[in-house]
């Protein structure tokens, strides 16, 4: 078990949006939080990587509690988070952004491959003729692809992406179901917030659907995420 959530509730004063909620990442497992705008997903992934300050509960990161733990002690252990915005450096290049993000691998699988300039270029073809731009001009997917892959220049053990494929043409929405895949492939475990039911489904192993705050279903993502009820009662629009 790389992550294990375990029920955990989070609050943005006065309001509480989670509730109890409790989920799990296995080794080379995508895991997807599915739900509506406002269910609690970037807060989810905002409460595990330690960017929401008031919670409660257990959040085991590779067999260690890092409820306590700095954000920046906890991303040192090989947790990675692409978060919802980017947050990229508009200012530098493409090939800055990327080496922004270098660190050596924490303790983690020796299987998992160690990521550079040369493995996120072939995860991401798009970036290996933009090295010499400025992030600020790249198209929007191009920087959803940096970020990811300034993340992967970390070497976690985990990544979290935030909505990775909002707002993207459908073109590179695939492009992204694939790098996701490819993650996969490489023994990276995911944990990914989405409220695209098609690519949540086309991607993950596990899903889980998060409704108010509160995990309401789980299961293999495939025949939860294809029951036309499911979907039309927890994530129609």
């Known amino acids: 078990m790389i992550l294990e959530v375990r029920h955990l509730t989070a609050f943005y004063e006065p309001a509480q949006i989670l509730f109890d ?47 306590a733990m700095p954000v920046d002690r906890i991303a ?48 991401f073809p798009s970036l290996a003729g933009l090295m010499t731009q400025p992030a600020g001009a790249i198209s929007g997917g191009e920087q959803q ?13 985990l990544i979290m992406l935030d909505e990775p494929s909002e707002g993207l043409a459908p073109k590179v929405v695939e ?3 694939h790098a996701v895949i490819e993650l996969k492939r490489s023994g990276l475990s995911v944990l990914l917030a989405e409220q695209n039911v098609h690519f949540a489904r086309a991607v993950g192993d596990r899903a889980y659907i998060l409704e108010r705050g509160t995990i309401q279903m789980e299961g293999a993502a495939g025949p939860l995420l294809g029951d036309e009820g499911i979907t039309r009662n927890y994530l129609a629009v």
């Open 21 to 67: 909620v409790t989920l799990r990442v296995s080794a080379g497992e995508v895991v997807v939080l599915v739900g509506r705008n406002g269910a609690g997903k970037s807060t989810t992934l905002r409460s595990i990587i330690g960017l929401v300050s008031r919670r409660r509960g257990r959040i085991l990161f590779q067999g260690r509690d890092v409820l």
């Open 76 to 123: 040192r252990l090989g947790l990675g988070y692409v978060p919802e915005d980017r947050r990229i450096f508009t200012d530098l290049t493409v090939a800055e952004n990327l080496l922004v993000g270098e660190r050596p691998p924490a303790e983690r699988q020796s299987s998992l491959p160690t990521w550079n300039l040369d493995r996120v270029c072939a995860l």
């Open 145 to 157: 692809m940096l970020t990811i892959a300034r993340t992967l220049m970390g070497n976690p053990t």
């Open 175 to 177: 492009q992204m179901a």
